[in-house]
């Protein structure tokens, strides 16, 4: 029907065949594609939570695969745009506190109290080396959204995981830009931009994954 429509429209505007034909091969390749994203993010959602749920079975299970999934939203959104919507990191970062509460009904203000202060403490480390960045080279390296992305990352995980997170985020951001750019044979830029939450965000939930499956057994 949309093939027919346009072949009409072409008519009207004086299109040949040929090029109406180029149309609608541009048309269905862009359908193609669009159909295989969408199926290889659902495939990636539901391998998400399936592996939060062989991790940690019941409530946590539920809360780190809608964890994963909010990590997904957000690297998607960093790697098309530069940045890291609110209303994700603000949902990560109560589903953090949520989990927090469940870990123990007996010490559930503490614990409740430790992450949220886990996140904050993050969170202006990260403000910080922006500040810091911004004085010394003059413009920003870290973006406020990766600063509250750190603020998730503090909530979710213990101590001695979030500088494994950030190691783990900042190593494969650094090797797929190297391999970017000699792919393409490019010279390499120390002020390259970057969307860090690609590569942090998934960092914060695989890190959570780890922990439910080892150090937690």
Not at 152 to 174: F, M, N, Q, S
Request: proline share 3%; net charge positive.
């Amino acid at each position: 029907m949309n093939g027919t429509r346009l072949r009409r429209a072409g008519q009207k505007t004086g299109l040949t065949g040929g090029e109406i034909d180029l149309a609608l091969a541009r048309r269905g390749t862009a359908l193609r594609r669009e159909l295989i994203t969408c199926a290889a993010f659902a495939a990636i959602a539901c391998s998400i939570v399936i592996a939060s749920l062989f991790a940690a079975p019941a409530t946590s299970g539920l809360l780190g695969g809608a964890l994963g999934l909010l990590m997904l939203a957000v690297a998607v959104a960093d790697a098309r745009a530069f940045i890291i919507p609110d209303k994700l990191t603000i949902a990560a970062f109560l589903l953090a506190l949520t989990n927090a509460a469940i870990e123990g009904l007996a010490s559930m203000p503490e614990n409740i109290a430790v992450a949220a202060l886990r996140g904050l403490v993050l969170a202006l480390a990260f403000f910080a080396l922006r500040e810091i960045y911004l004085r010394l080279r003059h413009r920003h390296g870290i973006g406020l959204g990766d600063v509250k992305l750190a603020a998730v990352a503090g909530a979710w995980l213990d101590w001695t995981l979030i500088p494994v997170a950030i190691e783990i985020a900042a190593l494969t951001a650094l090797t797929l830009y190297i391999a970017n750019q000699l792919v393409l044979r490019r010279p390499l830029c120390a002020a390259a931009k970057l969307p860090f939450g690609l590569f942090f965000a998934p960092a914060i939930w695989v890190c959570w994954l780890l922990n439910a499956m080892f150090l937690e057994s």
